[in-house]
């Protein structure tokens, strides 16, 4: 199954997709894990070194390197046999291959077009045995949707807090990933420290769409202040977001 992980920028979906990737990595299948976001540390975040996190090549660079060994033609049909592709631009971490999109920009120069239309063809031409999975951890706000780069995917998981500016960028969100075609979309409430903040969440958004509440950790937050420290979950966050998982896994893991 294939997953975009969307939200307001602060609202945790960097530690909520390198959560996904070490859940599912577990079950025995590849997990790609796809750092989208420039601005961001997923890398770190699932346990890998940052310096080697960059010596990474982007993943735009494998459009060319496609196209001059198998041509143009056969651009979008990537099978086991261009695994060596896979393997030059990724970092295998266990279970979980992770790939990112590329450095952020300068002031004033190019916009990520060129790379979010090559991620938008990786990850639909991705074949993926039954208990693999990617996790794409998108760009902060609204803007990728505008772009089309999740086209393609299962299901946009949407993060948010007890904010009304987060509210409001999920519920956009929501309207854009229909205008893609996503068919499934969930919410993530995270940083939950009250019951009042959790009805805050649940009056906001209708139906089932909810998959979870993840409570405010203190040791979350110290440990983002830490250079290139991989995420550590206690056991009752863990728990909450195994449920999760297996919430995505029975909407979705049958596709």
Known sequence: MKIAI???GGVGKTTIAAALAKIFSQNGGTVYAIDADPDACLAAGIGIPEEEALKLKPVVEMRDAIRNKIGDGAFYNLNPKLDD????????????RFLRMGDPKKGGSECYCRENTFLHALVTSLLLDQKDTVIMDMGAGIEHLSRGTARGVDMMLVVVEPSRNSVNTAKNAQRMASDLGIKKVGVIANKIRTDKEKEFIESSFPGNIILGF??????????????SRATEFGGELLAEMQQVCLKISGEVGGQ
């Not at 592709?85 to 979980?96: A, H, P, V």
């Not at 409570?215 to 440990?223: Q, R, Y």
């Open 6 to 8: 969307s939200g307001k």
């Open 214 to 227: 993840i409570k405010f950790s203190e040791s979350i937050l110290a440990n983002a202040m830490e250079p």
């Open 85 to 96: 592709f896979l393997d030059d631009y990724s970092y295998k971490l266990g279970n979980i």
